[in-house]
Nanobody, 120 residues
Framework: QVQLVESGGGLVQPGGSLRLSCAAS????????MRWYRQAPGKQRELAAV???????NYADSVKGRFTISRGNAKNTVYLQMNSLKPEDTAVYYC??????????????WGQGTQVTVSS
């Protein structure tokens, strides 16, 4: 089984910055895409950012220009740099990855989530 471990969440003031990290481990042949989702209390989960194996990126309109998704030196890591944070960004942020484990099946895995709270 593949495990995704997230870190970097916390409490920040409006206008502040935070960087989330996610590392994948286990039986990994390749990772086709990595994503950051977020879910605010009482709301549906939404896709905030995605990066492909070719390093193409896409962002939700609500975070475009403020957030940056990137891959680490090793392809089993992904980061989300969050700048100019707003109270509306408060949510649990989840790492997600499409992983091929070499058995001919690609599966989607999730991290445990990390809380981001933006408040003065």
């Amino acid at each position: 089984q593949v495990q995704l471990v997230e870190s970097g969440g916390g409490l920040v003031q409006p206008g502040g910055s935070l960087r989330l990290s996610c590392a994948a481990s286990g039986t990994i042949f390749s990772i086709n895409a990595m994503r950051w989702y977020r879910q605010a209390p009482g709301k549906q989960r939404e896709l905030a950012a995605v990066i492909t194996s070719g390093n193409n990126t896409n962002y939700a309109d609500s975070v475009k220009g403020r957030f940056t998704i990137s891959r680490g030196n090793a392809k089993n890591t992904v980061y989300l740099q969050m700048n100019s944070l707003k109270p509306e960004d408060t949510a649990v942020y989840y790492c997600n990855a499409d992983v091929d484990n070499g058995l001919g099946v690609s599966r989607r895995y999730w991290g445990q989530g990390t809380q981001v709270t933006v408040s003065s």
